[in-house]
């Protein structure tokens, strides 16, 4: 089996949004990308090879060996594309968390020498179909496609979908039909790109933000602001020949601006009201049907091979009863759901776990990190983690962003 190639680089729908071969992301995210960029080793085989942009200390990777993960096999992205034996060496498919136009310069070097599978595939070159496939446009005709299929009541209304705006008077006119909305830029990824705009408001920070939104991105994504109760991620994978795979489902956390703080480990959380669990129960298997119903005839299943992650809230009407928004948005490559899936075989029965990123200015993540290992330290039982803390990328006094994993006992 040839080795696939895999890069940390979150900032994908920026960059597709940029749409240039040379895009760089702000500083504070060129950072995100530096600090977590081992975050893809917990679902690559031994086989695999991820590209980082430095080396982690021993004593983390002896941390992760202790904890039953491994072997990893890490190389440098510098020395990688330096390297003229490693560029000729076969390959079978480039891996990165997300394509763009810059990511395909980036990798252009080692395609060469990929597998005949890889260069065949959908996502060996750019094509202009793919900027709408990471577009929130694309998005909403999954949902259309979803809520038409289906007569069901547990989903949210074809009077309640996104809209296509481009002018602040159609946002206004939105505002009015729903009071309190939610404006997404089209292009953006973990709860970025969003201005939330309460019943009356809408204030010159606000105007100044959407349109930014508006001048770079040509359209905003506007949508009800639901009561919403649990974020949910479907995850599928493409393989670009038609054919759809559902691989899981995963819960995750928000927080008040709606950006991603962290993924519970276990499918539903172990805490969930009971009337929530049985409203699951009763409706998550056809919520995922219809899902990949409507993904299998999209150009998602024959224009993209990969990963996809389909975000889903559960939300209460005004008359107190569940319902699903089936498809708030897809998120076409890897996503914190694909590292959760993973993280899920590592634990034992009857173990729970919660899966965050967190930032903090230099110098208070590792402080951080050092208490919380003191204060529950790891166990491990027959190989699989029963309780504790631990770090999932390397903390050093410079390091503003980590990935942790807590787990308690259930």
């Known amino acids: 089996m040839l080795p696939d190639i895999y890069f940390y680089n979150p900032t994908c729908e920026l960059a597709v949004a940029n749409g240039s071969e040379n895009f760089m992301p702000k500083d504070i995210l060129r950072r995100m990308e530096y600090d977590l960029d081992l975050l893809p080793l917990y679902f690559t085989t031994p086989k695999d090879i991820l590209l980082v942009h430095k080396y982690p200390d021993n004593n983390f990777l002896d941390s992760l060996y202790n904890a039953g993960f491994g072997p990893f096999n890490l190389q440098s992205l510098e020395e990688s594309l330096k390297d003229s034996y490693f560029l000729s060496k076969p390959k079978g498919f480039l891996c990165p968390w997300g394509w763009s136009p810059s990511m395909h310069k980036l990798f252009s070097p080692f395609k060469s020498s990929c597998s005949f599978e890889y260069l065949n595939s959908p996502v060996s070159q750019w094509k202009p179909i793919h900027k709408e496939l990471y577009s929130r446009k694309m998005g909403i005709e999954v949902l259309v496609k979803i809520l038409e299929d289906s007569d069901s009541k547990y989903f949210t209304p074809l009077n309640d979908l996104p809209q296509i705006c481009t002018s602040h008077e159609e946002i206004y006119l939105l505002q009015k039909e729903w009071n309190h909305i939610i404006v997404k830029s089209p292009w953006s990824s973990s709860g970025r790109g969003l201005q939330i705009l309460r019943p009356g408001e809408y204030n010159r920070t606000n105007h100044q933000v959407i349109s930014g939104f508006l001048n770079h991105q040509g359209y905003v994504v506007v949508e009800p602001f639901y009561n919403k109760i649990q974020d949910i991620s479907f995850q599928f994978y493409s393989k670009g020949n038609g054919q759809i795979e559902f691989l899981g489902i995963c819960s995750f956390k928000t927080d008040n601006s709606g950006r991603y703080s962290g993924s519970y480990i276990e499918e539903i959380p172990w805490n969930s009201e009971p009337s929530l669990i049985d409203f699951l129960e009763d409706h998550l298997t056809e919520t995922k049907d219809r899902i990949k119903n409507a993904l299998s005839n999209s150009p998602y299943s024959s224009q993209y091979r990969g990963w996809l992650g389909v975000d889903a809230i559960i939300y209460k009407t005004s008359n107190d009863n569940f319902k699903f928004q089936p498809c708030i948005e897809v ?33 208070k993540l590792k402080q951080f990190s050092q208490e919380q290992k003191l204060i529950n330290p790891m166990v491990i039982k027959e190989n699989k983690i029963v309780k504790g803390f631990t770090s999932l990328t390397s903390i050093s006094e410079d390091t503003v962003f980590g990935a942790f994993l807590t787990v308690d006992r259930i």
């Open 331 to 363: 998120n076409c490559r890897f996503t914190m759901g694909t590292i959760v899936l993973a993280l899920r075989k590592r634990l034992q029965e009857g173990s729970k776990g919660f899966f965050s990123i967190l930032y903090r200015k230099e110098g």
